[in-house]
Nanobody
Framework: QVQVVESGGGLVQAGGSLRLSCAAS????????MGWFRQAPGKAREFVAA????????HYADSMKGRFTISRDNAKNTVYLQMNSLKPEDTAVYYC????????????WGQGTQVTVSS
């Protein structure tokens, strides 16, 4: 089993920045990739970004490219999501997830961290 815990959410004004962290524990050697997703009120959960655990290959949703950056620190078993130029429509609960099977399916999910962007 892998456990993931998010942190770093909060309230920020439009145009501001936040950095989310996701710490993984447990059977971290089984992780292939980690990803960030978000869910806004009344909307479906959507993919934000992902990074492979060993090679560090990154993948982004088109709407996030250029504003969000995913990175990892393998020594700390932690993945980060740097979010810049935030917009009110970025307001959502952000979830971290770990996958042992590839980029398309995530087995382990955190409880989420709220990001609120005020206009």
């Amino acid at each position: 089993q892998v456990q993931v815990v998010e942190s770093g959410g909060g309230l920020v004004q439009a145009g501001g920045s936040l950095r989310l962290s996701c710490a993984a524990s447990g059977r971290t050697f089984s992780i292939y990739a980690m990803g960030w997703f978000r869910q806004a009120p009344g909307k479906a959960r959507e993919f934000v970004a992902a990074i492979t655990w060993s090679g560090g290959s990154t993948h982004y949703a088109d709407s996030m490219k250029g504003r969000f950056t995913i990175s990892r620190d393998n020594a700390k078993n932690t993945v980060y999501l740097q979010m810049n130029s935030l917009k009110p429509e970025d307001t959502a609960v952000y979830y971290c997830a770990a996958s042992s099977r590839g980029l398309a399916r995530y087995d382990y999910w955190g409880q989420g961290t709220q990001v609120t962007v005020s206009s």
